[in-house]
């Protein structure tokens, strides 16, 4: 296949836990984004999955819509004094132990199992887990990624690599459909116009042979 430009919009897979239960209410009880799903949630009790630095920052981020909140570790347990402190002042509890499994009705959750036979209830648990590209074609065709695995991109979705953009969730940009609805109108407008100079440039410079040739 060939094309003078290419747009991405193939999102990202968000990292699910293992453990029973995550999948089955990946969506209905167990999120990833609390702009998306936090105030359906707000004021309930809430846990975050999450291990270092990303599970104590949304940890902290979730007190925004939740004062009953608790970070679950899943057995990582390599928490610094400020850290736990700073949680402990925000009335975050901490939990360590690594999880069994999340139980719910299959619309919402109940409670969090952990192995040593104790469980936490909670209406909601919100991942801390990180994502990973949908897609490989960008990275195989050349662009570049940031450390998290995010293709890199202007403003109007252009990558590394000329005449290939990204838009959406794929670009790592603000993760919202209408957020990446906006994207890929601005990457549209910036590959027509992109192709409207390239043509013009093509067109003027045949007319311009063509002028030399007949003189």
């Not at 209410?25 to 291990?51: F, I, M, S």
């Not at 390599?78 to 719910?104: C, F, K, M, T």
Request: charged share 25%.
């Amino acid at each position: 296949y060939s094309s003078r430009r290419l747009i991405l919009a193939t999102g990202l897979r968000d990292n699910i836990p293992p453990q029973e239960g995550f999948q089955r209410h990946y969506g209905r009880g167990v999120y990833t984004c609390p702009y998306c799903d936090g105030w359906e949630n707000r004021d309930q009790p809430l846990a975050v999955y999450g291990k270092g630095e990303r599970g104590y920052g949304f940890a902290l981020e979730l007190s925004i819509w939740s004062k009953k909140l608790t970070l679950c570790t899943d057995g990582w347990n390599d928490y610094p004094l400020s850290w736990r402190n700073e949680l402990s002042r925000h009335g975050i509890e901490l939990r360590q132990e690594a999880i069994l499994a999340v139980r719910g009705d299959g619309e919402r959750l109940k409670s969090i199992d952990f192995i040593d036979g104790s469980s936490l209830e909670c209406q909601a648990m919100f991942l801390a887990t990180g994502q990973e590209q949908r897609c490989e074609l960008g990275r195989q065709l050349g662009a570049k990624v940031n450390s998290k695995g995010i293709l890199q991109s202007s403003a109007y979705g252009q990558t590394t690599v000329a005449g290939l953009y990204a838009v959406g969730d794929s670009d790592g940009k603000l993760q919202m459909a209408i957020a990446a609805a906006a994207d890929g109108a601005r990457a549209a407008y910036q590959v027509n116009q992109s192709l409207f100079h390239e043509d013009m440039s093509q067109a003027l410079e045949v007319a311009t042979r063509v002028r030399r040739t007949r003189c």
